[in-house]
Every structure is written in structure tokens, then in C-alpha cells.
């Protein structure tokens, strides 16, 4: 099952917080970048505002694991699509603030 939701930068933050979980896989697309992989880590910290994720990348030529902090890059946020499970994907489209 296939749900498309549209959100703005915040509520993606919050939805990566609260909705995806470790083993999920996430795909972000974000400037001219495509990291597709699954979930190994999330860890927050509110005092700075960071979101790190640790993913083990499901690339063709690259299948390095990679830490990545939504924080930085979530004004170059396109599109994320999140695989809960092999039927359940939810793909967000981030508006523009």
C-alpha cells in the first residue's frame, strides 16, 4: 500500500522522530543527492537540534554505512519515501517554507 503525504520541513522532522523506526529503509532525495538505505540508528538531541541517522546504504556501488543529520540538510529536502515493512511505503513530498 502506497500513501503520499506532503509536508513542510518541521513535520518532517517530527514524522522522521516519531514514525520511522530502526530497520526501516529510508530513501531521501535532497539537492541532487539520492541516499536510499536502511535505518540502523536515530538519535536526537534537542539541544542543538539535531537529527542524526545511521544508515547502512542499499546502493549498487555503494554500500557504506553513512551518518546523516536531517538538521543540515532539511531545507534541501525533495522527497523521502519510507518503507515500514514490504507492503506499507509512505512517500513524503517536502514543500517548500
Same mark, same amino acid.
Given at each position: 500500500?502506497?500513501?503520499?503525504?506532503?509536508? !513542510?520541513?518541521?513535520?518532517?522532522?517530527?514524522?522522521?522522530?516519531?514514525?520511522?523506526? @530502526?530497520?526501516?529503509?529510508? %530513501?531521501?532525495?535532497?539537492?541532487?543527492?539520492?541516499?536510499?538505505? %536502511? #535505518?540502523?540508528?536515530?538519535?536526537?538531541?534537542? %539541544?542543538?537540534?539535531?537529527? !542524526?541517522?545511521?544508515? @547502512?546504504?542499499?546502493?549498487?556501488? =555503494?554500500?557504506?554505512?553513512?551518518? =546523516?543529520?536531517?538538521?543540515?540538510?532539511?531545507?534541501?529536502? =525533495? %522527497?523521502?519515501?519510507?518503507?515500514? !515493512?514490504? !507492503?506499507? =511505503?509512505? #512517500?513524503?513530498?517536502?514543500?517548500?517554507?
Amino acid at each position: 500500500m502506497e500513501n503520499e503525504i506532503t509536508l !513542510n520541513t518541521k513535520e518532517v522532522m517530527d514524522y522522521v522522530k516519531t514514525e520511522v523506526k @530502526q530497520y526501516d529503509i529510508l %530513501e531521501i532525495s535532497y539537492s541532487r543527492v539520492f541516499v536510499p538505505g %536502511e #535505518v540502523m540508528n536515530i538519535e536526537t538531541n534537542e %539541544e542543538d537540534g539535531s537529527l !542524526n541517522l545511521l544508515l @547502512q546504504l542499499k546502493g549498487e556501488l =555503494l554500500n557504506d554505512t553513512v551518518h =546523516l543529520d536531517l538538521e543540515d540538510i532539511k531545507d534541501d529536502l =525533495l %522527497e523521502i519515501r519510507h518503507i515500514k !515493512n514490504e !507492503n506499507e =511505503l509512505v #512517500v513524503i513530498v517536502v514543500e517548500e517554507a
